[in-house]
């Protein structure tokens, strides 16, 4: 596609349910990162893929957080036992590289956990 | 811990105004800067990006300096229009770490009015 999708776009779940957000980035993008950005914050990096990996997953808050791209395109944030205070907007971005290129952002899944 | 600060939080002026937003970070080791804009509800749009080697980039009515020694970064909308009214956030990529890992400031929400 011409840019980074992510679906949902939004998203209700209960306390304690499974959820999975998806990523689709920029065709031919090696570099994948998720970021979380609360009501009144600038984002906060969470992971970033080089090609199928995960080069830096420094940024998860728990073990409830987990990310994969098996293919080295599309990603999936996973997110298990949700809590309210995972409610936020999550961001993925996909450059061309891990290197000096410029990061283009999809529109967010804003995730309400009730 | 990279620290980024936009000053000010929020900032109304009227229409045909020119305006500065500032950005500063606490390490002055990056590799680059990068000027977001954010409308609500949406993703983030890139608007200009500068390399660490680099004092400023221009593009359009926008014009963003980079002063790396002081940890100092502005950009200047010239003859500001509602249209320009979005949150308005800079990142910056550190220069170690690998990837294009970003740390944001909270934001300067931007209103212009008529």
């Known amino acids: 596609g011409a840019g980074v999708s992510q679906t949902p776009s939004n998203k209700v779940t209960e306390k304690g349910k499974y959820v999975e957000l998806r990523c689709d980035p920029i065709?031919?993008?090696?570099?994948l990162y998720w970021y979380r950005q609360s009501l009144g914050q600038g984002p906060e990096f969470l992971i970033y893929?080089?090609?199928?990996?995960?080069?830096?997953d420094s940024g998860l808050p728990n073990d409830r957080f987990f990310a994969v791209r098996p293919e080295g395109s599309v990603s999936t944030l996973k997110i298990q036992r949700t809590e309210r205070g995972d409610s936020a907007v999550y961001l993925c971005?996909?450059?061309?590289?891990?290197?000096?290129?410029?990061?283009?952002f999809g529109q967010g899944t804003r995730l309400t956990v009730v | 811990k990279q620290e980024v600060t936009q000053i000010p939080a929020a900032l109304s002026v009227p229409e045909g105004e020119n305006l500065v937003l500032n950005c500063s970070f606490t390490?002055?080791?990056?590799?680059?800067l990068q000027w977001f804009r954010q409308d609500p509800g949406k993703g983030l749009t890139s608007l200009l990006l500068?390399?660490?080697?680099?004092r400023e980039q221009t593009s359009g009515r926008l014009n963003a300096s980079l002063d790396k020694s002081s940890g100092r970064s502005t950009l200047y909308i010239a003859a500001s229009q509602p249209g320009d009214s979005a949150t308005y956030l800079c990142?910056?990529?550190?220069?170690?770490?690998?990837?294009?890992?970003?740390?944001f400031g909270t934001g300067t929400q931007l209103k212009v009015e008529l």
């Open positions: 971005a996909s450059s061309l590289s891990t290197a000096n290129t410029e990061a283009f």
């Open positions: 065709s031919g993008h090696t570099a």
């Open positions: 893929f080089q090609g199928t990996g995960a080069a830096d």
């Open positions: 390490d002055s080791a990056i590799y680059n």
């Open positions: 500068i390399q660490s080697s680099q």
């Open positions: 990142a910056v990529r550190p220069v170690t770490g690998g990837g294009n890992k970003l740390t």
